[in-house]
């Protein structure tokens, strides 16, 4: 009978809604039904639930209100104090005649809040199962907020970290043109120092400013070629414009202009080495189209370099002991690769590096070690041009084997161990490679040459210990002729044998002393563009040579040269470990 009076509440783990059947607690439900909607409402577009649970508040809401306005019509708007027992009834207005009527109509009325009551129960069930629904789509929601957070975090720190290394690279890139541009300069005031100890007077020299980088040279290097760009500049034909400070500016690539400038400086006689990546290459020939030199790349091959003038380097590389990029320590063997740079075999940084002849690093690999890509006291360096490969083929002396590397330094294969058996090897110390990919080794104390076949296989040893011909005392220093027989320097017989490639002696040249035509310990041997035989020894000289043996001429050199190699142009290069540096004559 008293349904109207009865709370009926709902409770999940996030929702509570309690419904009231007095006036009071009707207000409060409508209150709780508004604030329900409101914080719901930015819920409607995630789940229909939502929208669901809105409208089962104001379901709950109009039951209540409705049973709240009957209690009032029962009851003459004073219900209050009996539904409560909190008030007093008025015995005056109730006769004993009554009571009858009055309690068939109390039965009477009671169904209509009990049929509420129950559709309270059912608004209230169903108002519990929405309840948890929105509770597992809410959480289902946050957990989407914190992929999606998750994902933006994750993907902006990315783009910060690609924006740092660009940054980086950047500087980098900034760091090595500074390197490049500082080595540059050493190297030209290397070779100022040089050209100055031939008497030169101050009007001689030209500084210039091109593209940015500082240049030193003198007027007669810039006029070697008449008739061309810079023959009429600086002939004193037409007046020059310069800076502040004297220096001639021009507005062209600086990279093309060193290759140019150095060229001139060898004589415009010989052939200028043109880049082998295509860009370079075109670039280059864009730049002697300018400068009236386009028929540099064309020059015939000069009939062979007048050693008769040697007197000094034009430019050293190296020079300050030590272990940084571009600091040499023992550098013991020297090459030249496809682009003109110089290849050095440091023993005691146990490393290779590949630098230009300004002196910039171009890459370096290798440390201490006998693993694959280690190495332990490099003695010997050559890069095979011959078959095109542009390998790196090292002696790795006190590893006794041989290590092969792709032109950017990376490990291809290692071939040999210590011992005496074919494809062993005892200290070897010099390397050469033959047009069809056959690698000839100084095995030093074996005291014999062996061939290899380009898969790494022993095919041939030549000669053993002693001093007879075909025999060797610590072979020191191999290379190829013209003919391809091998030239190999005997050290410890003082001597120079040229051999077949089937092992049968050609020829053998030298003996012990240091006159012209003997040898002090010979360490170095290689073949110029003309077939002329080049030679240095402990007792720091260079002597060239006859294809047959016979001598041409000896130069001093300043420091222990430990290996020796002659570029495409004649272009002479002593690996002075003495002095951890290498010098270009």
């Excluded at 590389?317 to 050095?344: E, I, K, M």
């Excluded at 023993?347 to 370096?364: A, K, M, S, W, Y």
């Excluded at 890069?383 to 006190?398: E, H, K, P, W």
Aim: glycine content about 12%; overall charge negative.
């Amino acid at each position: 009978a008293t349904t109207a009076t009865a709370t009926t509440a709902t409770t999940t783990p996030n929702h509570r809604v309690t419904h009231g059947g007095s006036a009071g607690n009707a207000g409060t439900t409508a209150g709780s039904g508004a604030s329900a909607s409101s914080r719901n409402t930015d819920m409607d577009g995630l789940d229909p639930n939502a929208g669901r649970l809105t409208q089962l508040v104001a379901e709950v809401s109009a039951e209540l209100r409705a049973m709240h306005e009957e209690d009032i019509a029962q009851h003459g708007g004073d219900g209050d104090g009996e539904r409560h027992g909190g008030g007093t009834t008025s015995t005056s207005t109730t006769t004993n005649d009554n009571d009858h009527d009055n309690g068939k109509n109390r039965d009477d009325d009671a169904g209509g809040p009990a049929r509420r009551g129950s559709k309270l129960l059912a608004l209230a069930d169903e108002l519990q199962r929405v309840c948890e629904q929105l509770d597992t789509r809410s959480t289902e929601v946050q957990a989407r907020l914190e992929k999606f957070e998750a994902d933006a975090k994750a993907e902006t720190q990315a783009r910060l970290d690609h924006l740092e290394a660009d940054v980086k690279a950047e500087l980098e890139a900034s760091a090595a043109l500074a390197t490049a541009d500082r080595a540059g300069m050493v190297c030209e005031r290397r070779w100022m120092q040089a050209v100055n100890g031939q008497g030169l007077r101050a009007s001689d020299l030209v500084h210039l400013n091109v593209g940015g980088r500082p240049f030193c040279t003198t007027r007669a290097t810039l006029c070697a070629v008449q008739g061309s760009f810079l023959d009429a500049m600086f002939s004193g034909r037409h007046p020059l414009q310069t800076i502040d400070d004297g220096t001639v500016f021009l507005d062209r690539n600086p990279d093309m202009f060193e290759l140019i400038l150095d060229w001139l400086r060898h004589g415009a006689n010989t052939v200028l080495t043109l880049p082998s990546d295509p860009t370079r290459c075109a670039l280059l020939k864009h730049e002697l189209e300018f400068y009236g030199l386009e028929r540099a790349a064309e020059s015939p091959v000069p009939p062979g370099r007048d050693y008769m003038t040697l007197v000094r380097p034009e430019m050293c590389l190296g020079g300050d002991v030590g272990s940084s990029p571009g600091q040499f320590r023992d550098p013991c063997g020297v090459s030249v690769d496809a682009d003109g740079n110089v290849v050095v075999a440091e023993r005691n940084n146990h490393r290779i590096q590949v630098l230009t002849r300004r002196g910039e690093v171009v890459r370096q690999f290798g440390r201490q070690g006998n693993r694959e890509g280690e190495f332990s006291k490099p003695w010997g360096v050559t890069v095979d041009l011959a078959t095109g490969s542009g390998n790196f083929i090292v002696a790795d002396c006190f590893n006794h084997c041989i290590r092969i590397h792709d032109p950017k330094g990376n490990h291809i294969k290692t071939i040999g161990r210590e011992g005496s058996e074919p494809g062993q090897f005892k200290y070897p110390c010099s390397v050469a490679v033959t047009k069809e990919g056959k690698i000839i080794v100084c095995d030093y104390n074996n005291h014999r040459l062996q061939i290899l076949s380009p898969e790494g296989e022993t095919t041939l040893c030549i000669g053993a210990r002693g001093n007879s011909i075909g025999q060797f005392q610590n072979p020191r220093g191999v290379t190829l002729d013209h003919s391809g027989n091998i030239v190999c320097a005997d050290m410890k017989n003082a001597r120079v044998q040229i051999l077949s490639m089937d092992g049968a002696v050609l020829r053998s040249f030298g003996s012990h002393g240091t006159g012209c035509g003997q040898f002090d310990n010979p360490r170095g041997v290689a073949v110029d563009t003309q077939g002329n035989i080049l030679v240095v020894d402990a007792s720091k000289r260079l002597q060239i040579f006859t294809a047959t043996g016979d001598f041409i001429h000896s130069i001093p050199v300043g420091g222990d040269v430990a290996g020796l190699a002659v570029d495409k142009h004649d272009r002479i290069l002593l690996a002075e470990a003495s002095r951890h540096r290498v010098s270009i004559y």
